[in-house]
């Protein structure tokens, strides 16, 4: 399997950047897409960013000019650094990944989910 491990969480005021930072290990033949959603109380978990291989790009609109996903492929590892926060960004954010992985006889394809970061921004 693929495990992903979050860093980078916590308590900010409004306005302040802050960089969350999740690296994906196990026995990993490739990943495809790297992101993060989150999660608010009372809340559906919503996608934030999301970057593929390749360096596409996709943003929730409500993030977009704020927040920036990147990738170092050759480390496993997403960023996302966040600019301008808002108390409205206040979740827990969680990193995904859609990769293969070595399987006891074969290569199997799955989507794998950190436990999540809390972010809280105050005004």
């Known amino acids: 399997q693929i495990q992903l491990v979050e860093s980078g969480g916590g308590l900010v005021q409004a306005g302040t950047p802050l960089t969350l930072s999740c690296t994906a290990s196990?026995?990993?033949?490739?990943?495809?897409?790297m992101g993060w959603y989150r999660q608010s109380p009372g809340k559906q978990r919503e996608l934030v960013a999301t970057k593929s291989s390749g360096g596409r790009t996709n943003y929730q609109d409500s993030v977009k000019g704020r927040f920036t996903i990147s990738r170092d492929n050759a480390k496993n590892t997403v960023y996302l650094r966040m600019n301008s926060l808002k108390p409205e960004d206040t979740a827990v954010y969680y990193c995904?990944?859609?990769?293969?992985?070595?399987?006891?006889?074969?290569?199997?394809?799955?989507?794998?989910w950190g436990l999540g970061t809390l972010v809280t921004v105050s005004s």
């Open positions: 995904y990944a859609r990769g293969t992985y070595y399987g006891d006889h074969a290569l199997v394809t799955s989507d794998a």
């Open positions: 196990g026995r990993i033949f490739s990943i495809d897409t």
